[in-house]
Every structure is written in structure tokens, then in C-alpha cells.
């Protein structure tokens, strides 16, 4: 069976592994949790993991401006550098405000 919806969500974000090289459906994952992301939006059978994964994005999205190691290679994938930096620091910036919602 197909999996659809917040668990897909859930796996992209839990599963993300930098060396797929798979940035952009992390970061349309990020996305999508920073817009649903919400106590009164997060769907009640996943509110447990919302926190979890707030974290778990925001460490990730954090590496791929601030490489750790070679693996990590958002950044030399082509376009303007400083504006890929600044979109994540945004994304981030979002994700932090959702995390610190939640009590």
C-alpha cells in the first residue's frame, strides 16, 4: 500500500539522508511541517511526533548551511549561495517559532 500524507511527511524528515542528495524533497517536507506544524493544525494522531520532528528538521536544515562534513552538499548544488543560505535561515527561523509554540 501507498503511504500518503503526515506519514510521508514523517518518513522524509526521520529517513533524510545527506548523501541521496535528496535536499529538495527535505526541504518541501520542512515546508509542509512548517505550515501544518501547528498544535491546532497538526493532526491529533501525530501530535506526539510534531515536536520530535520540529527538532529533527531544523538540525537538518542547519546542516545543509553549516556543512559538518563532505556529505553534506546542498550548497554546492548550483544557484546563488548567499540566497540558498538566507531561504533556510527563514525556514528555520519558521520552524523554531512552531517549536517553541508547543509547551
Known amino acids: 500500500m501507498k503511504k ?3 506519514p510521508v511527511l514523517i518518513e522524509e524528515i526521520e529517513n ?11 526541504r518541501a517536507a520542512a515546508y509542509l511541517l512548517q ?7 497538526w493532526p491529533a494522531e501525530y501530535l506526539n511526533e510534531l515536536k ?3 527538532d529533527s528538521a ?7 548551511i ?3 562534513d563532505e556529505n553534506w552538499a546542498y550548497l ?11 531561504n533556510v535561515k527563514e525556514q528555520i527561523s519558521v520552524l523554531q517559532e ?6
Open 58 to 64: 531544523i538540525i537538518t536544515l542547519e546542516k545543509m
Open 98 to 103: 512552531r517549536r517553541k509554540a508547543l509547551v
Open 52 to 54: 520530535k520532528l520540529l
Open 4 to 6: 500518503w500524507g503526515i
Open 16 to 26: 533524510f539522508d545527506e548523501t541521496k542528495e535528496t535536499y529538495d524533497s527535505f
Open 35 to 41: 505550515t501544518l506544524g501547528i498544535v491546532y493544525v
Open 76 to 86: 554546492d548544488m548550483g544557484g546563488d549561495r548567499e540566497k540558498l543560505i538566507q
Open 66 to 68: 553549516d556543512p559538518p
